[in-house]
């Protein structure tokens, strides 16, 4: 009896499993997050959703959600390879020894992983330049605030989050050369909570423009709730703040997705890292609000000129906490290498970068 | 009407019978469910519980995953058994890590040769018994609930961990991010099946419930520590002091949490990093209710609890079916075992109103 029934319900799973496939490409995403932290999680599903629209003919797309980056992810990761997915976008720097241990396993798989920079035959990195926006953001910053003193939510000092810092005070610089910033790490990237609170502290300390390189709207609330101003990230915060946000650097993941999958119907796919900015789409200013028209002139002309290629936000020379003039690799700009690397505060930034010696 | 009379024996057969009944409620409200979402229930149900069974990789994966629960449920059981409250396995598990991986970390890239992981797995277990004493002295001590200083030292421990991996123990060529370099081969859990992620761990887990099964059921020890949780004044009576009581049975949790913790970075994880534990010090006591406090009854529940993960991974990959499911099922099952424990204690009964009130 027993046996029948395990029999019965293995041709049912079968048969579940072969409606399925239907001969679509499958195409799996993994996420750190919830897909409703309205942060970076969810930005990737809506680049997934996107996928769907304009190749769900020939694809049939997975997600996981909510995967912790421990020993849960390298399993997560191989479930998704073993269900018969040919491209696997694993969607967080922590996923990265796991995506490439699975990767060697399964050497006609393709797997692309965010923000990491372990590559391999099979596996591909990608990622934003987020820093471009941060320059922007900047500025608008220096021109908004009244009391000179800006307030930073930071999650971790990893050369991301540095290199954001550094690029908001250079453009920050412009408009004002005494520019202040405050920076309160959280040690998260989604902490509604933890971030809620870290910017009321700013505010008590005087800061009035907020910014943020955590995931969850919170922070803009905070800052509504006060009538000051804020900036969103990774997606269009507005209905958060509908007073309050300035900007916000949303995360536009879905050209990258579709061209990638492209790549592997077509069989042309190659591995490779990419990493792209306002100029390919891939990092999004939403609208301009909330300031006068001078400002939003600024901003408009700072974008266009850093996506013909005429402003690079780490143009040299870039002169260090230390006084210290940054090698400049790139010839007239930082280089990408120093730019991924970056674990220093540049001048005119008071804090210390945690864990520095 | 229906009512609850006491009974005035725990009943064997209730002992037995109600986990199955709660899996089966389980079973049943799980399977309303999936018909509301519009799923067919049986294969959704299948997906989730034979799927995994089905293939040799499912079972390994449930292997990997239950051998952590396992090792500490284990530990726990003996605590809960002695009416002692140890909360904070999590704390221990991540402690045990801690230690453990500063071998990994300072041996790291010399010479050192095949001693590093014995040691490794020493320190983790002597690290979260030390970690463990911390709560059972305050306890023995001061008198103080070692519910709340065991679960306060969760965080305690979490934030340690966080510091070092973002900190001192940094891997100088991670570009800044939060993780400690990849373990060397000597600092590495061995592998049980090639290929495969079953590590010499669920050796471990295996030994650790044969020896408490051991303890419990043939040793004055076991008798001891059933009677101070039972009958407090009875053991006092019989000489048992319920304050070594309490050190004892902490120090062995948290060794076995400890462990769990140094061959879980050291084994499936492979370096130090925040966040690497999925909660499994907390996973594990509903293990160890699940089993009844029983170790062999803990081996199993741990891997129906694994089975539930990697089921509820499959379904969402092969069902599209959401991940709040597999929680909302976790809940239920615990829901269920708790509500069907009171068949142990107390039967239904039926009294007419007048009756009633006369008792």
């Not at chain 1, 699975?102 to 992983?113: M, N, S």
């Not at chain 1, 995360?251 to 890292?273: F, H, M, Q, S």
């Not at chain 1, 230390?322 to 540049?346: H, P, R, W």
């Not at chain 2, 295996?206 to 009677?227: C, D, H, M, N």
């Amino acid at each position: 009896m027993r046996k029948v029934l395990i029999a019965a319900a293995a041709m049912l799973v079968a048969s579940v499993g072969a409606a399925s496939a239907q001969g679509k490409t499958k195409v799996g995403f993994v996420y750190v997050g919830p897909i409703g932290d309205f942060g970076w999680s969810y930005q990737h599903e809506v680049g997934r959703r996107e996928l769907v629209k304009a190749l769900g003919d020939k694809i049939e797309t997975t997600y996981l959600e909510n995967v912790n980056e421990g020993p849960d992810s390298e399993r997560a990761i191989e479930q998704l390879a073993r269900a018969g997915h040919k491209l696997i976008f694993t969607t967080s720097f922590g996923f990265m020894d796991a995506t490439a241990k699975v990767a060697k396993k399964y050497p006609d798989i393709k797997f692309e992983h965010a923000t990491g920079y372990k590559r391999d035959k099979n596996l591909a990195t990608y990622s934003g330049r987020f820093y471009e926006g941060r320059y922007i953001q900047g500025q608008i910053a220096a021109k908004m605030s009244k009391t000179g003193t800006l307030g930073y939510i930071a999650s971790f000092p990893i050369p991301e989050v540095i290199s954001g810092i550094n690029a908001t005070m250079l453009g920050a610089q412009t408009v004002n050369p005494n520019i202040k910033v405050k920076i309160i790490w959280v040690s998260s990237w989604f902490d509604p909570g933890k971030e809620a609170a870290a910017a009321k502290a700013l505010l008590d300390q005087g800061a009035d423009v907020i910014m943020q390189h955590t995931d969850s709207p919170a922070a803009m609330q905070a800052a509504a709730a006060r009538g000051k101003f804020a900036f969103g990230q990774d997606s269009d915060m507005i209905k958060f703040g509908e007073k309050s946000q300035l900007t916000s650097i949303t995360n536009n993941w879905a050209p990258y997705y579709i061209a990638r999958t492209k790549a592997v119907l077509e069989g042309t796919w190659k591995t490779g890292d990419v990493w792209g900015g306002l100029n390919s789409k891939y990092v999004v200013m939403a609208p301009y609000t909330n300031m006068p028209d001078d400002v939003k002139k600024a901003a408009m002309d700072t974008e266009a000129a850093i996506i013909s290629g005429k402003l690079h936000p780490f143009k040299c020379p870039i002169v260090a906490q230390d006084g210290k003039t940054v090698e400049c690799k790139g010839g007239a700009n930082l280089d990408d290498g120093q730019i991924l690397s970056m674990n220093y505060f540049i001048k005119g930034v008071d804090d210390k970068v945690p864990g520095a010696k | 009407m229906l009512v609850l009379e006491r009974r005035t024996e725990r009943s064997m057969v209730a002992m037995v019978v109600s986990p199955l009944i709660a899996i089966t409620l389980t079973l049943v409200t799980m399977a309303i469910l999936f018909a509301l979402l519009g799923k067919n229930p049986f294969s959704a149900l299948a997906v989730y519980f034979l799927d995994p069974l089905l293939d040799s990789y499912g079972l390994q994966e449930i292997v990997v995953k239950a051998t952590p629960l396992v090792l500490i449920a284990v530990g726990l059981s003996l605590c809960y058994l002695a009416n002692v409250w140890n909360i904070g396995a999590e704390g221990q598990f991540l402690i045990g890590a801690v230690c453990g991986s500063w071998l990994a970390v300072t041996t790291h890239g010399t010479e050192a040769g095949a001693w590093v992981l014995p040691a490794m797995l020493v320190l983790g277990a002597l690290g979260g018994a030390l970690y463990a004493m911390i709560p059972a002295l305050c306890r023995v001590r001061f008198g103080a609930s070692e519910i709340l200083t065991s679960l306060m030292l969760v965080y305690v421990a979490d934030l340690l961990l966080d510091y070092l991996a973002r900190g001192p123990w940094r891997d100088p060529k991670g570009y800044n991010f939060p993780t400690t370099a990849e373990f060397d081969a000597v600092a590495t859990v061995p592998l049980l099946i090639e290929g495969s992620r079953v590590h010499i761990g669920a050796l471990f887990a295996l030994a650790a419930v044969a020896i408490v099964w051991l303890v419990l059921s043939r040793t004055i020890k076991g008798f001891e520590i059933r009677l101070v949780g039972a009958a407090p004044r009875a053991a006092r009576f019989a000489g048992f002091d319920s304050s070594k009581m309490v050190i004892f049975t902490f120090a062995v949790s948290g060794a076995l949490a400890g462990l769990a913790g140094i061959i879980e970075v050291a084994g499936p994880v492979g370096h130090l990093q925040p966040n690497f534990s999925p909660g499994y010090g907390f996973t594990a006591i509903i293990v160890a209710f699940l089993g009844r406090l029983n170790p062999i009854g803990i081996l199993i529940s741990g891997l129906f609890l694994a089975l539930t993960f990697i089921g509820g991974e499959q379904a969402q990959i092969s069902m599209k079916l959401p991940l709040d499911l597999t929680r909302v099922f976790q809940g239920l099952l615990l829901f269920y075992v708790l509500a069907c424990d009171s068949l142990v204690l107390y039967r239904f009964k039926w009294s007419s109103r007048s009756a009633s009130r006369a008792a």
